[in-house]
């Protein structure tokens, strides 16, 4: 899966507007992504002589260690972003400045973000949902994890992976491998689709990766009522006469249908 990689910097400058009453500056650090930045503090401070501005360090050996934590912080940031790219697919100024405080670093991967929902529908049975409709959403899971398992070997990926790519993977793998049917296939990407949507409104991915995804029509069999099937449902009478009229009305569309 491939990635489409940012504009991603790293600057050290001086805060001169700052500047304390031994004369030194505060260390400031300023990252920019896609043409926009944010800024950080380092906690370290310096003389304006002592600072090159133009390479962003400290000058002096008395300085190597101000130096040394620059270069610690470019490292730091240079994973974060590396791994957030591998993760999420996407990055900003203000999620690495986060990142290097240890801010949203430990975001939910798919299976993780599954089973908070699994979960939430199992509270919710006789609340929001009917105790009969909360299986579906046990079994999608467990048919997803299957899938994680047979097709790449892993047991859960971070949403930066999961695109139209994947969901039709998938589905592929509901059809065929499952033997499952359009309407079942359909049935089991539903709560995949929420799962998706939650992530996607807890900022966890971009771009909803069912967006171009088209299913696979269904189209109903409809088979023709036989004429002793007619003949029996003639002979059923109900307790409410509305119940009988629309079965007397089913029963002349059937028969004028066969006329035709």
Request: net charge positive.
């Amino acid at each position: 899966m491939e990635y489409n990689r940012s504009t991603f910097s790293i600057l050290f400058y001086l805060n001169t507007s700052k500047k304390k009453k031994s004369g030194k500056c505060p260390v400031m650090g300023r990252i920019s992504v896609d043409g926009k930045s944010t800024a950080f503090s380092t906690g370290m401070d310096i003389l304006p002589d002592e600072w090159n501005a133009q390479g962003g360090l400290a000058i002096g050996k008395s300085n190597t260690s101000i130096n040394k934590q620059i270069e610690n912080y470019k490292s730091e940031l240079n994973n974060h972003y590396k791994a957030m790219v591998e993760g999420k697919g996407y990055i900003t100024a203000e999620s690495l400045k986060n990142a290097l405080r240890g801010i949203g670093t430990n975001r939910n991967t798919l299976m993780q973000e599954f089973a908070e929902l699994v979960e939430e529908k199992r509270k919710s049975v006789g609340i929001k949902i009917k105790e009969s409709t909360y299986p579906v959403y046990p079994n999608a899971y467990r048919h997803l994890k299957d899938f994680l398992a047979t097709k790449y070997n892993v047991t859960d990926i971070p949403f930066g992976k999961v695109d139209i790519a994947f969901i039709e993977a998938y589905s592929l793998y509901l059809k065929l491998d499952l033997r499952m049917t359009p309407r079942t296939v359909k049935c089991n990407l539903i709560p995949l689709r929420t799962c998706i949507t939650k992530a996607k409104h807890k900022g966890l991915m971009r771009q909803d990766p069912f967006f171009d995804y088209v299913s696979e029509k269904i189209i109903p069999k409809r088979p023709w009522l036989t004429m002793d099937e007619i003949e029996r449902l003639m002979g059923v009478h109900t307790k409410h006469a509305t119940w009988n009229f629309t079965r007397d009305m089913f029963i002349f569309v059937c028969l004028q249908a066969s006329l035709v």
